[in-house]
Nanobody, 114 residues
Framework: VQLQASGGGLVQPGGSLRLSCAAS????????MGWYRQAPGKQRELVAG???????NYADSVKGRLTISRDNGKNTVYLQMNSLKVEDTAVYYC?????????WGQGTLVTVSS
């Protein structure tokens, strides 16, 4: 199983980024996919999830600013991040919970700073 995340970088407050995560080795279309983040000194948290049916859920702190989507034809999940805040700075991971445990991508760093 491989989850390859990309798209992180440095952006100013109020800016936008789009993260991508390409998956292989799982039945992607049947799998819940999530974007998680871990800031320095904090625990990893789920910020957005999308079910196999396309149902989405978001952490309160990102509602209205982040949008998760998936393309089952490309085995890829996306996270559109708008109106970014300094507190969004973290390493972002895509994750795929399965019956055998959760598979993680390598993480991509998002830094929001002026």
């Amino acid at each position: 199983v491989q989850l390859q995340a990309s798209g992180g970088g440095l952006v100013q407050p109020g800016g936008s980024l789009r993260l991508s995560c390409a998956a292989s080795g799982i039945t992607f279309s049947l799998n819940f996919m999530g974007w998680y983040r871990q800031a320095p000194g904090k625990q990893r948290e789920l910020v957005a999830g999308i079910s196999s049916y396309g149902t989405t859920n978001y952490a309160d702190s990102v509602k209205g600013r982040l949008t998760i989507s998936r393309d089952n034809g490309k085995n890829t999940v996306y996270l559109q991040m708008n109106s970014l805040k300094v507190e969004d700075t973290a390493v972002y991971y895509c994750g795929a919970p399965t019956g055998r445990g959760t598979y993680w991508g390598q993480g991509t760093l998002v830094t929001v700073s002026s």
